[in-house]
């Protein structure tokens, strides 16, 4: 795979308004880290469709299902089958009041076998998951 890399170093204190839905509706992807955080994926399109670019509210929690904020966030995603990344380079803009984080700009080109590696770094200590899905 010959994936995109998106990164930003979060700079805490950046605010904005959330989708209301994400306290009520499940998680369109999710999946758990080596260390066991839970990586919930909120998609402001749902069910996820092509060709529709999109945002992404992403939230991590601990065992006690409380939020974590992180010191470093790394998305590289792509169909693995194709050897291709993401056809756009979505990025992180905010750290949302509820703690989730804002990507805008996500969007796939094509259905499939989709996978996800979600790195980062939280009190110092990289983690990362893989979630892989089929649009």
């Keep these: 795979m010959k994936p995109f890399l998106f990164t930003l170093l979060i700079i805490l204190g950046i605010s904005m308004p959330s989708f209301a839905a994400t306290t009520t509706k499940s ?11 839970v990586i919930e994926i909120y998609s402001e399109l749902s069910p996820l469709l092509i060709n ?24 590289i995603g792509g169909m693995p089958e194709h050897d291709h990344g993401l056809p756009t380079q979505p990025q992180i803009t905010a750290q949302l009041e509820n703690g989730d984080y804002l990507l805008e700009g996500v969007r796939f080109h094509m259905p499939g ?23």
């Design 27 to 37: 998680a369109e992807l999710s999946g758990i880290t080596e260390k066991g955080l």
């Design 52 to 75: 529709q670019i999109h945002s992404w509210h992403i939230r991590i929690r601990n065992a006690n299902d409380q939020v974590v904020s992180v010191e470093q966030l790394t998305i």
């Design 113 to 135: 076998k989709w996978e996800l590696v979600i790195s980062m770094s939280v009190d110092g200590q990289v983690d990362q998951a893989l979630i892989e899905f089929q649009l």
